[in-house]
């Protein structure tokens, strides 16, 4: 019996070879090519997860996890074909401990989701990377966002996981303590590891208490290295912002173009701060003094609850609107994002702007500014063989840049199949044993190949179908 019907035999209607499900899998957030899978199952719970990689390990046949699809360096590509375990069906909210403030939730669950079903307690899961992602992918990926600032990133919030190793077996990482000093840090291990090292079926998250008040706003400066000199002022003083975003003036065009934004085509920042609500008032008036001083202007704060979600939904919509400012079929936009000590970020962020107008590419600069990490926005025709080297070109000084600097080639997008070839290049003799990890967990390379590492030094699986 071959893995397919072994595969359907276990799963019925939800393992199929169909080109929708194929396709809809196939898709990506980022510049990447359609890649199809071969199938997609559709497993309801932990076991039948095992279940299919056993068959899948029994016959070499790739896997590749797949959650919401909103990944920007193609991590749920299945770039070798083979099966895409699609979680869509493991999405529910396990348990919600308020006493101890941590959730038990399965990878489906999107972070939207997740928040929906907390309302009545009080708290909410903060980590927002601005896409509804799921947040077995946000683990998978260490993902962060907006309010990373503050909060951390996944890798900070993730307490507790179940995963499914590449023999099949299920074990359990991590406890519903703050802390731990008992053994190696399987859970750490597993966050960010892009699914190339076991299949996480389950999570336990930390949560936190819903603000008494939130407070908004937005102003703009007459330069990039203005607004940039501001947040490192902002962040060395040791304010204590919940998010501050960087919008250059072309991205200000952007969301002016796709969203009617009536936004002056300056660089702006776009600031919360939560708190009680007189913290949240001498935040406000420490963080003015400051932006003052770098020649901030335009103030404008978000007073209610709809204001607030309407500013963070424009700056969410960053990727349709760099499309606005380059329409046409065809076209696609190349988003890579470098993170680098804040003491280091104007002279990155400097850097960025001068080399694409060098090549005359059309260039956007959003970022969670806060932790000095940015995101460049390239538009570009992948038919233009021209345009594309010099995309690509600068992709690569950004990160070399980043590197420079003591930087790392990215801050939460991670590396996929975009960043292999910088992985040495950051981690050097480390990246060997790396190697040496994804060798142990997976000798026979089926979980999700040619991603993270580069091929060179990492195990290969065999599709057996």
Not at 192 to 206: A, H, Q, R, Y
Not at 231 to 259: K, W, Y
Request: aromatic share 4%; hydrophobic share 45%.
């Amino acid at each position: 019996m071959s893995a397919f019907e072994a595969l359907a035999q276990l799963l019925g209607p939800r393992f199929t070879t169909a080109d929708a499900a194929r396709c809809q899998n196939g898709q990506n957030d980022g510049h990447y090519p359609e890649i199809l899978p071969d199938a997609v199952a559709f497993p309801q719970d932990t076991q039948e997860v095992a279940q299919i990689v056993r068959i899948c390990a029994a016959h070499s046949v790739p896997i590749v996890a797949f959650g919401a699809g909103t990944s920007l360096e193609g991590q749920h590509l299945a770039t070798q074909g083979g099966v895409s375990v699609d979680f869509a069906r493991m999405n529910k909210l396990l348990e919600v401990r308020p006493e101890d403030m941590n959730v038990v939730i399965q990878p489906g669950l999107t972070r939207k989701q997740l928040n929906q079903g907390l309302r009545a307690t009080g708290l909410f899961f903060p980590i927002d990377p601005g896409a509804d992602a799921s947040l077995g992918g946000m683990a998978a990926t260490r993902a962060s966002g907006t309010t990373a600032v503050r909060y951390g990133t996944m890798r900070d919030n993730v307490l507790a996981l179940e995963a499914v190793m590449a023999d099949g077996s299920v074990i359990r990482t991590g406890t519903a303590a703050r802390k731990s000093s008992a053994g190696y840090d399987l859970t750490h291990l597993l966050v960010g590891s892009e699914g190339t090292l076991g299949l996480i079926t389950e999570l336990t998250l930390k949560l936190h208490g819903i603000p008494e008040a939130i407070a908004s706003a937005t102003c703009h400066f007459e330069t990039v290295a203005d607004a940039v000199d501001c947040v490192i002022l902002t962040i060395q003083s040791g304010l204590p912002l919940a998010r501050i975003e960087l919008v250059d003036e072309m991205m200000v065009r952007g969301f002016n173009l796709a969203q009617d934004a009536g936004l002056p085509e300056k660089p702006h920042l776009f600031l919360e701060f939560h708190g009680a609500p007189e913290a949240v008032r001498g935040q406000v008036t420490r963080f003015r003094e400051i932006a003052a001083d770098s020649g901030a202007g335009n103030w404008q704060e978000a007073d209610t609850p709809e204001a607030r979600t309407a500013l963070w939904a424009l700056r969410h919509c960053a990727l349709p609107a760099i499309s606005a400012l380059d329409p046409g079929a065809g076209k696609k936009t190349l988003s890579t994002d470098v993170c680098v000590p804040i003491s280091r970020l104007a002279e990155a962020v400097s850097v960025a702007r001068a080399q694409a107008a060098a090549r005359g590419l059309l260039c956007t600069i959003v970022g969670h500014v806060g932790d000095g990490n940015f995101h460049c926005g390239l538009r570009y025709d992948p038919a233009d063989a021209a345009m594309v080297a010099k995309v690509m070109d600068y992709s690569g000084i950004l990160a070399q840049t980043a590197l420079r600097l003591g930087g790392t080639v990215t801050g939460e997008h991670g590396i996929g199949i975009g960043k292999q070839k910088y992985m040495a290049a950051e981690h050097g003799p480390a990246l060997d044993w790396m190697a040496r990890i994804k060798e142990a967990f997976d000798p026979a390379g089926i979980l999700n190949p040619g991603k993270m590492l580069p091929e060179t030094i990492a195990p290969s699986g065999k599709n057996g179908d």
